[in-house]
């Protein structure tokens, strides 16, 4: 079908202005090339398409990226400042080697992006666009296919054992007009394990993409903490392969900024594979917009396997959530083990919250579920905690915690754990002070 005119406008003035990568190996220049054909035959998004209809697209689809006010942490120590990593520091998109690590680490092969596709023969070419392009049917993400043609910067790693410290990338912003395309690529082994690590605002607008491929019997863990800057606009997408026994896990913390869409695609591929994802987020749209949005799709597609998707959010002052979840069981995928909840917190009438939970199966000897609330604090609870000398926004805070402790249980390392909780604690501290 002919894409309608204002569509096919939009898209080639995008791509009109992105600067086309040079140097590359032919593969490499393949991949791109595919990846813009596919951004030319869908169209980038608009309002008017099935899973953009809660969203908004038009500030990540526009020519120019929306001015943003780079945030003062006032001092603050950064996220996971006190354990031991790799750390991999981006500033407005771009990979800053003198306030990053070196990159050799025992049990992991680490290089920038762009030193990967140069290469005649490198195993990031299999991979490279491989899981977005998997990722596109039988839901278009143009704005993966956009990033996959002309991302230059990131990260491929392969971990070939257990790896000891987590790899943390962090992102800078420092530029009010900064627009960033980061695109890394993640190879696990077989029977290999590693945790990555991401904070930060990245960018006045950010795109980024990430491909995983988990070996049979691999394990891969990701906690994610997007940064405090109320103006910012993200879109993310990740995209998982999952082998036989194998894992994975990812966690993602939003707080502040005007726009956020995370999308998780995920494909369990290989007998009795585990796939966890969950999310908190934390909106007060008092200072500026707050507008985020989880879109899920979870495809079984071998026996036995489990999944698992938890998302939670608190909103206040007009703060806007959306969750597009899915689970997809396909014929031979039986004995699966299917759980979707995602709920909201609404703490004052103006939020919002809209959800579109989904389940298709195909087996007949599964286990599936999803759930969606939407409600305000539980009063009975809220008065127990006041009738015995907890001042009431204490007591919200405390119910609030409560409320988001499933989604951050979902994180594998309690010191992780500990260091989510804590931030979010201050976040609740900083606006009960406000």
């Known amino acids: 079908m002919a894409l309608a005119q204002a569509k096919l406008d939009l898209t080639e003035t995008r791509l009109a202005e992105m600067p086309a990568p040079t140097g590359e190996a032919g593969w490499a220049g393949e991949a ?13 998004p608009t309002r008017r398409d099935e899973y953009w209809k809660y969203t908004d697209p038009a500030t990540l689809t526009q020519a120019a990226a929306p001015r943003a006010a780079v945030f003062d942490a006032d001092g603050e120590v950064p996220l996971y ?5 790799l750390k991999l520091v981006f500033v407005d998109g771009v990979f800053d080697p003198d306030q990053s690590d070196d990159l050799a680490m025992e049990g992991v092969e680490i290089e920038r992006l762009s030193d990967a596709l140069k290469k005649d023969i490198h195993w990031a070419r299999d991979l490279f666009g491989v899981l977005e392009t998997r990722g596109q049917d039988p839901v ?30 962090v992102y800078l912003h420092r530029d009010e007009t900064s627009d960033a395309m980061l695109h890394h690529v993640v190879r696990v082994e077989k029977g ?79 007998d009795d594979a585990i796939a966890h994802v969950a999310g908190a987020a934390m909106g007060d749209g008092a200072n500026a917009p707050f507008h985020h949005d989880d879109t899920v799709f979870v495809t079984h597609d071998a026996q036995c396997c489990e999944s698992r998707q938890v998302f939670k959010k608190v909103l206040r002052n007009g703060a806007e959530g959306v969750f597009q ?21 609404l703490l004052d009438e103006d939020s919002s919250f809209q959800a579109k939970p989904e389940l298709e199966i195909y087996a007949d000897d599964v286990q599936c579920s999803h759930g969606s609330t939407t409600g305000a604090i539980d009063e009975t609870a809220l008065y127990y905690l006041r009738s015995r000398g907890v001042p009431a926004s204490e007591a919200t805070d405390l119910l609030v915690l409560a409320f ?7 994180i594998e390392d309690p010191r992780l754990q500990d260091d989510i909780r804590s931030r979010l604690e201050q976040w609740l501290s900083r606006r009960r002070r406000s």
């Not at 906690?223 to 392969?241: L, N």
């Open 81 to 85: 400042a006190d354990i031991d990593r």
């Open 192 to 270: 290999a394990e590693v945790t990555v690590l991401e904070n930060g605002p990245a960018a006045a607008r950010f795109n980024k993409c990430m491909e995983i491929d988990v070996a049979d019997g691999g394990a891969f863990h990701h906690v994610r903490a997007q940064g405090r800057d109320h103006e910012r606009r993200a879109v993310t997408h990740m995209f998982a392969r999952v082998g036989a026994g194998s894992t994975y896990k990812s966690f993602s913390l939003t707080a502040n900024g005007a726009m956020t869409r995370n999308e998780h695609v995920i494909e369990l591929t290989g």
């Open 140 to 169: 278009e993400r143009p704005l993966a296919a956009l990033n996959t043609g002309f991302a230059t910067d990131g990260i491929v790693i392969r971990a070939t054992a257990k790896v000891a410290r987590p790899i943390s990338f």
């Open 404 to 410: 988001l402790a499933e989604a951050i249980d979902e």
């Open 32 to 44: 791109r090339s595919a990846a813009v054909a596919r951004v030319r035959a869908m169209g980038l």
């Open 325 to 345: 979840g899915k689970i997809l069981v396909k014929p031979d995928a039986q004995k699966t083990d299917g759980y979707q909840i995602s709920q909201a917190l």
